[in-house]
């Protein structure tokens, strides 16, 4: 689904119901999407938690991130908010997740 020529939809009856409890009526044969909009958002990280007794960082996001997506190799831990900031740890690829593509993205440090 990158624009409207490659975006259709089809669904059974009953996948939604209205307010009322009317169930929607089916679109059996794929329909043409009338209205496209792209995905143009930022992705941004919102928080992080990091427990170093069990070596889970928990990465929350703006967005749905792809988990298979994490390079861990580009994660710096480090002790101060500065650029330059001693001590850092660098995580290796040997960190993976397990998550679901989602908004959080729980990173077990290897």
């Not at 689904?1 to 259709?8: D, E, G, L, R």
């Not at 999407?33 to 070596?55: E, I, K, R, Y």
């Not at 997506?69 to 740890?89: N, T, W, Y």
Request: no cysteine; proline share 2%; hydrophobic share 50%.
């Amino acid at each position: 689904a990158t624009n409207v020529s490659t975006t259709f939809i089809s669904f059974l009856a009953g996948t939604f119901l209205d307010v009322s409890g009317n169930a929607v009526v089916a679109v059996a044969n794929p329909a043409v999407q009338v209205q496209f909009v792209g995905d143009a958002a930022l992705v941004s990280l919102n928080s992080f938690d990091l427990n170093m007794n069990t070596g889970r960082l928990l990465l929350n996001f703006s967005a749905t991130v792809r988990a298979s997506s994490l390079q861990a190799r580009f994660i710096s831990l480090q002790a101060g908010r500065a650029a330059v900031s001693l001590p850092v740890v660098q995580l290796t690829n040997d960190s993976g997740t397990q998550s679901l593509d989602g908004f959080t993205l729980e990173v077990q440090i290897g």
